[in-house]
């Protein structure tokens, strides 16, 4: 081999290198990303099973109150006094 092909293919293994090595580190920060997608989702799982036990409170307070609004007077006011003395 002449010096011109040594050079030739000392360039050609170093390129082949950065290409493979460049390659890999993309598929390394995907990895993270989609880890930390794990993480966000989990997070959003957490926030909406709160958000769902919110919800269902607020339901109940207003099934209450709906059901203060249409009953008579003397039902509305035993009514009230039982949930003052909870």
Not at 28 to 49: I, N
Not at 51 to 73: F, G, K, S, W, Y
């Amino acid at each position: 081999m002449n010096p011109f092909e040594m050079v030739v293919m000392i360039v050609a293994i170093v390129t082949i290198g950065k290409v493979l090595s460049g390659r890999m580190q993309g598929k390394r920060s995907r990895m993270q990303a989609l880890a930390g997608d794990v993480q966000d989702d989990s997070k959003a799982v957490a926030e909406a099973a709160r958000l769902r036990n919110e919800v269902n409170r607020l339901n109940e307070r207003i099934q209450v109150l709906e059901r203060l609004a249409t009953d008579p007077a003397k039902r509305l006011s035993d009514e009230i006094d039982s949930l003052k003395n909870q």
